[in-house]
DNA sequence: ATTAGCACTCAGAAAGGCGGAGTGCTAAGC
DNA sequence: GCTTAGCACTCCGCCTTTCTGAGTGCTAAT
């Protein structure tokens, strides 16, 4: 496809000007711009081209262009101009970022919020291992007679523990032998390396917990196997704030259903596949209820062995390049407030950022 | 408030039909109705009378009557009758039941997603303590140099972790004295009973470890003194099903940007006071963002010394009868997901249990 | 006390009638 | 050749008007 510069100046306008006012835009608008030196009527006949190219649309005969699926394709491709984050905007960000140092799944979940908040827009995470898991460390601790929870580290520092219920009386010092026998044997090991000769040889080792053995790697072999995070899904609601689902409820209510499902169903479908950025324009999502559905997805980088995506969820007409930066911004960040340490340290400002709404 | 027998047949036959309708209820309705057996002229003035009382509307002069709030309150405090769940409500509710045992908080997510999709209401859950919480249980585990896992176990089963950062080299044998000083000292303590005569012993007593007691402490204390767990909400679109959302997408932000605060901000007025069940009717609830929405709370068990709560949100036109029914039906099934077994045991189907429609 | 009858009210749907934003095309200008 | 002024035409959205019918309140009869 190839365009002439005016061209790409009257499709960047269009993308621009339409994504701010969710209306379409007339000849006369784009003539009326500071740097257009050409009269509407010019601009007319290169819009014309430019939707016989696909590239934009027009509602009805009388109204404006808005730009098409293919145009907003283009215009991420091609067109995008980097939007710097103002000052005010880096400073809320910022603010936004110091978040309290909590479980990891909370985590995730309040970067959702974060994000969500910050754009405006719906939003989701997932955290997807990067290698291979591998266990750590184990710990029995007893809880009350009959049962017990089981500890469990993984690569990454992971925690995960489940209550176990016994199906046999334990002592104390058999828990710590099956523990020892446990971290002797399956430490840094990956699920498939876990085979059913060792198996035998630590329930064998185990003495009298060895009922246990089953119970511990049936919860063990599902986490390490477990290739991706719960999927968290936050600020539906805000999509209602975009005009183009104002008056139409029902169909807010019907994308979210299918994201919703989509979400867990398809996940790698909305997982970046190549780069730290990935668009999803419109009828570019697989399900048919989100062809009027963007989002844009960004992959950040946490601790080891782990690796973060944050979602952003909107109408096909949305501020690519404003969410793109301030998903950059968080990506940017957040990897520290994953970092082993105690207290995160939001990032300093930026000297001399500066940008106009 | 005193009712003759027959305006409080007319008052419960509106308040049903409305609910299933979202449709003003007009006398010739009524007068339909298998057992009613006087003229809608007669109903008329029995309607013309609830109205003075305040316990009917009128949207306007030429329309039927809806329950204004008191006459809900009135409804729901004397007229309710008992709704038997169907066979197959009880069937889907028992499927719906067998969730897979897993971490406390998320189990208590998804029992929200569960309540949210059985009554098709966006629904919200919290855990609360029913009384003081102890420490059951340190460890410390290494994660790498420079850095340890605290997980800390206490009463009610609750397991919390997290990653500290180490201030000073502390070698493994130091670790586990540090952690056997802790168990020692702190078990079965709640938080006004750690003194800090009692911190300064273990400081002594911990050697090489005592500048990551402070650390241990704050993250110990913390946890102790949390009353309430995570809130979860979720469903939330559902709401746009309701027909007083359809074409009022603003509204329906309105009453989840409210209801989020209130929730966390102001969490003990959406939790039962007394009784195992309590209604918030439209203007009962603070905010008047929320005066048109009611809130259904039942409480529910959970191992010792944890209680949970579940709230379902509506529009004040919501069928209570219904909903408590199937939030009753969780309740009671409820408690034997979170005992200590491995595997939940759904609930035997009830023998003949049947409901029409 | 109940009910039939009737006049009256009023929201919401259906129909008609602009106004104006925007287009496409033609013809003139550089 | 590209650009632009001018103009006829289209058609959505908005407003007003009309109409319909469900529902009421009141009165008078049973």
């Known amino acids: 496809m190839e365009l002439t510069d005016r061209q790409k100046q009257i499709l960047r306008a269009i993308v621009d000007?339409?994504?701010?006012?969710?209306?379409?835009?007339?000849?006369?608008?784009?003539?009326?711009?500071?740097?257009?030196?050409?009269?509407?009527?010019?601009i007319r006949n290169e819009m014309a081209d430019l939707t016989q190219?696909?590239?934009?649309?027009?509602?009805?005969?009388?109204?404006?262009?808005?730009?098409?699926?293919a145009g907003y394709r283009?215009?991420?491709?091609?067109?995008?101009?980097?939007?710097?984050?103002?000052?005010?905007?880096?400073?809320?960000?910022?603010?936004?970022?110091?978040?309290?140092?909590?479980?990891?799944?909370?985590?995730?979940?309040?970067?959702?919020?974060?994000?969500?908040?910050?754009?405006?827009?719906?939003?989701?995470?997932v955290a997807t291992r990067r290698s291979e898991a591998v266990a750590k460390h184990f710990d029995?601790?007893?809880?009350?007679?009959?049962?017990?929870?089981l500890v469990l580290m993984l690569s990454g520092d992971e925690v995960k523990n489940k209550l176990v219920k016994l199906p046999?009386?334990?002592?104390?010092?058999?828990?710590?032998?099956?523990?020892?026998?446990?971290?002797?044997s399956l430490t840094d090991l990956t699920a498939e390396e876990i085979t059913g000769e060792l198996l035998e040889k630590i329930t064998r080792s185990a003495g009298a917990a060895s009922p246990l053995?089953?119970?511990?790697?049936?919860?063990?072999?599902?986490?390490?196997?477990?290739?991706?995070?719960?999927?968290?899904?936050?600020?539906?609601?805000?999509?209602l704030g975009q005009p183009e689902y104002r008056d139409a409820a029902g169909k807010a209510q019907e994308v979210f259903e299918t994201l919703d499902e989509e979400l867990i169903t398809n996940l790698p479908a909305v997982l970046p596949k190549d780069g730290p950025v990935q668009f999803l324009v419109g009828p570019e999502n697989v399900a048919k209820e989100l062809k009027d559905t963007s989002v844009v997805m960004m992959r950040f980088d946490i601790g080891d062995g782990m690796q973060g995506t944050i979602g952003?969820?909107?109408?096909?007409?949305?501020?690519?390049?404003?969410?793109?930066?301030?998903?950059?911004?968080?990506?940017?960040?957040?990897?520290?407030?994953f970092q082993k340490n105690g207290q995160p340290t939001p990032p300093a400002l930026p000297d001399g950022m500066k940008n106009e709404e």
């Open 17 to 42: 000007i339409y994504v701010s006012t969710a209306e379409p835009v007339g000849s006369k608008a784009i003539a009326a711009l500071p740097d257009v030196n050409y009269s509407s009527a010019t």
């Open 53 to 69: 190219m696909g590239l934009l649309e027009q509602p009805h005969t009388s109204a404006g262009r808005i730009p098409s699926p």
């Open 74 to 125: 283009f215009y991420i491709d091609e067109l995008m101009q980097d939007y710097r984050l103002s000052l005010d905007e880096t400073r809320s960000l910022n603010e936004a970022l110091e978040l309290k140092n909590q479980e990891f799944d909370k985590m995730m979940s309040q970067v959702g919020k974060l994000v969500s908040k910050m754009t405006d827009l719906p939003a989701y995470t």
């Open 140 to 149: 029995l601790i007893m809880a009350g007679p009959g049962s017990i929870i």
């Open 213 to 239: 053995v089953p119970l511990v790697m049936d919860f063990t072999l599902e986490c390490l196997r477990r290739q991706y995070g719960d999927v968290h899904l936050t600020g539906q609601m805000r999509l």
């Open 312 to 337: 952003v969820v909107g109408p096909t007409r949305m501020d690519y390049a404003k969410i793109t930066a301030k998903l950059g911004y968080f990506a940017e960040n957040l990897g520290r407030m």
């Open 168 to 184: 046999v009386k334990v002592t104390e010092p058999e828990l710590k032998l099956l523990a020892a026998v446990l971290n002797a």
